[in-house]
Nanobody
Framework: QVQLVESGGGLVQPGGSLRLSCAAS????????MGWYRQAPGQQRDLVAR???????NYADSVKGRFTISRVNARNTVYLQMNSLRPEDTAVYYC????????????????WGQGTQVTVSS
């Protein structure tokens, strides 16, 4: 089995910073794209940022210039550095990874973390 474990959420004032981490563990052959999504109450889950295994990134327009995604492939870990946080960034943040596992045959499967709350408020 594969698990994604997130950490780093919390309460921060507007203009502050937080760093989210997500580590994948289990029977992993390889990890393709890793990313972060967020979901505010009553809204759909939206992409925040993602990064490929070779380091190519893309971001939601609302976070460009403020958030930075990175990964350490040797540790199966992805990070999200969030600066200049705004109240509208408040949401549950979910880690995502597209992982190849072997269970009789090779399967590329989407995995999600449990979510971590980020609250931006004074």
């Amino acid at each position: 089995q594969v698990q994604l474990v997130e950490s780093g959420g919390g309460l921060v004032q507007p203009g502050g910073s937080l760093r989210l981490s997500c580590a994948a563990s289990g029977s992993i052959l390889s990890i393709n794209t890793m990313g972060w999504y967020r979901q505010a109450p009553g809204q759909q889950r939206d992409l925040v940022a993602r990064i490929t295994s070779t380091g190519s990134t893309n971001y939601a327009d609302s976070v460009k210039g403020r958030f930075t995604i990175s990964r350490v492939n040797a540790r199966n870990t992805v990070y999200l550095q969030m600066n200049s946080l705004r109240p509208e960034d408040t949401a549950v943040y979910y880690c995502h990874a597209a992982i190849t596992i072997y269970s009789g045959r090779y399967n590329l499967t989407n995995y999600w973390g449990q979510g971590t709350q980020v609250t931006v408020s004074s």
